[in-house]
């Protein structure tokens, strides 16, 4: 077996949206459902970890200025062949250097937001958004609630199998996932195989645990203001998210979903 920290599906975009479809673009139609009702100043949008790119394209077509920044090559040259419209960019979101307010939202979905593991690196993508922000501009995000493994176990005790086929070749992986306290990380092994021959491939990744009221700290200390805070309905909650679902009023189940705002600085 082979053991690395690449991900495969990252390296491999259609295999990604092969194993996670979105075919109705219910990421895409919340996120534009969550402008629409909170409001940008204007219509620019950063969709930052955008991956395949289908919901920065999701967001063009609704009338958006979109940029999609990821930091896989791969991922971004397979975007601007097969979801056309936005502008698309290799950007880290530990740290990415925009133009001074040349947003006004930023997106963050699907736990991109989660790859940020320690303090330093959440601060400077707080810090990077709000210097790429209009004033009064939106960060929306979704990603896995730390809240929901305090006392739960159901997706820590069993790992999870899923099987797929893709290009005539059978994939099958098993996902184990365990709790670093101490590190406040959810950490993931996942093991593939494929009936191609192919050796089977052990990749490790993790997610920082982050709890609501610590995620609503942070950001009043880089200066936002939190206007929604939930667990559901969401583009990957069960039931899904569906056209005018309003958001719930608890932050305790499997997923989160944020808005805040950037908070103008005073007239002086």
Not at 105 to 114: G, K
Not at 213 to 232: F, I, M, N
């Amino acid at each position: 077996m082979t053991a690395t920290t690449v991900n495969l599906l990252t390296d491999n975009p259609a295999l990604y949206e092969t194993r996670f479809p979105d075919p109705e673009r219910l990421a895409g139609r919340w996120t534009e459902d969550c402008l629409r009702r909170y409001g940008p100043p204007g219509p620019r949008v950063l969709d930052i970890g955008c991956g395949t790119g289908r919901d920065a394209a999701h967001l063009h077509r609704a009338g958006r200025t979109v940029t999609g920044a990821d930091l896989s090559d791969a991922m971004l040259e397979y975007a601007r062949v097969r979801h056309p419209g936005p502008a698309y960019v290799r950007a880290d979101l530990h740290g990415f250097d925009f133009e001074e307010h040349s947003f006004d939202a930023i997106v963050c979905l699907d736990s991109a937001l989660l790859y940020c593991h320690t303090n330093d690196q959440l601060d400077r993508f707080l810090a990077s958004c709000r210097r790429a922000l209009m004033p009064g501009g939106l960060l929306v995000a979704e990603m896995r609630n730390g809240a929901f493994f305090l006392g739960r176990t159901e997706l820590l005790d069993a790992p999870s199998t899923n099987g797929f086929t893709w290009r005539g070749t059978t994939y099958r992986s098993v996902t184990t996932l365990t709790v670093d306290r101490t590190a406040q990380l959810l950490r993931r092994t996942r093991v593939w195989t494929a009936d191609d021959g192919t050796a089977p491939v052990e990749q490790h990744s993790a997610w920082r645990l982050l709890f609501p009221q610590e995620l609503r700290h942070v950001l009043a200390a880089h200066g936002y203001e939190v206007l929604a805070l939930y667990d559901g309905p969401g583009p990957r909650t069960e039931p899904p998210w569906q056209e005018g679902d309003l958001p719930a009023a608890t932050a305790a189940a499997d997923r989160l979903h944020l808005v805040a705002r950037l908070i103008p600085a005073p007239r002086t």
